[in-house]
């Protein structure tokens, strides 16, 4: 079953190579995610739709991933009225406080991440992704080219939310209908599609790719056993490499084997931390971009709170 089956599914943008269920799309990049604001020509400056909304510990906008938070007209309404502006602002904190920064590897790298506020307000409208995802395109070619990816929040129960493939994604924030208990890492597993070019680990409709150099799903168990006998040989063999089933019939295996993940299947053991795999793909897209990055306190399964 899907991560969060019980409460939300979540689908992607998928390897051309393994459609399935509402993947449509293809990760926009295949090696440094999907980090398009180093060496294009956008400014790193937004425009005046785009207020940022939080810096942590500084940095600099061409060396950190910056992420435009966008409110559902439908849950929001306009923000330019200031009281709904506070109430979208509260839930964006939440993301960030509750989602992002209890990650242990986002958090050690906190300052590797720029957030802001959308002013002009976007839509989900439904299940199927992506052209359910309704962003403010003019505004954002207008304000917000310098963005490396942005998470239109909902309160919307039972969407499907997803990433497009192109910098996009949808994540309800709210506990709407009493069952949505982790809300919080879908937003985080959103956008560790769209910021780390991570693929999904769970089976059934989700978007699959492998990453080389980096590896976190290969294509053959012989792949994926030679990957981890020579990059985490902590994690036995005896462990990794098992087998995700996809729908449609293909089949591809886990560097990280068992261990619910962020972006695995959702369990009682569950944790929002990187695995270890997941961990190698995010040192090398973080370190393209920040110069330097730190380990995380725990690998999952383990579970981390922030300091
Ligand atoms: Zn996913």
């Known amino acids: 079953m899907p991560r969060f089956s019980t409460i939300l599914s979540l689908c992607f943008g998928a390897s051309a190579l393994l459609l399935a269920g509402c ?4 990760p926009s990049s295949s090696g440094g995610g999907s980090v398009s604001g180093r060496g294009d020509a956008a400014p790193f400056l937004p425009g005046s739709s785009v207020e940022p909304f939080s810096t942590p510990g500084g940095g600099t906008p061409d060396r950190v991933f910056n992420v435009v938070f966008v409110a559902d007209s439908d849950d929001y309404g306009d923000l330019g009225n200031p009281a709904n502006l506070s109430a979208f602002e509260a839930d964006v904190a939440s993301v960030i406080n509750n989602g992002f920064e209890q990650v242990s590897a986002i958090y050690r790298n906190r300052t590797s991440f720029h957030y802001y506020v959308m002013k002009e307000t976007g839509r989900v409208t439904g299940n199927n992704c992506p052209t359910s995802l309704q962003f403010p395109e003019a505004a954002i070619t207008r304000d917000a080219l310098f963005a490396d990816a942005f998470l239109i929040l909902h309160k919307k129960p039972g969407i499907r939310d ?13 506990d709407v209908d009493g069952t949505l208990t982790r809300e919080y890492g879908t937003a985080v597993h959103e956008m560790a599609h769209a910021l780390f070019n991570l693929p999904d680990e769970y089976p059934g409709s989700g978007g699959y790719w492998e990453t080389a150099p980096t590896g976190v799903i290969f294509t053959t168990k012989a792949e994926c056993q030679s990957y981890v006998t020579a990059n985490i040989p902590e994690t036995p063999l005896a462990t990794a490499c098992t087998p995700l089933p996809i729908d449609g019939g293909a089949t591809m295996y886990r560097a990280d084997g068992f261990i619910y993940d962020l972006m695995a299947p959702s369990s009682a053991t569950s944790v929002d931390q990187l695995g270890r795999a997941d961990w190698l793909q995010f040192e090398r897209v973080v370190g393209d971009v920040d110069g330097s990055v730190t380990a995380p306190d725990v690998f999952a399964p383990t579970p981390w709170s922030r300091p």
């Not at 993947?23 to 293809?26: A, G, L, Q, Y």
């Not at 997803?162 to 994540?171: M, T, V």
């Open 23 to 26: 993947e449509t799309t293809t």
């Open 162 to 174: 997803c990433y497009n493939g192109n910098r996009r994604a949808s994540a309800g924030v709210r």
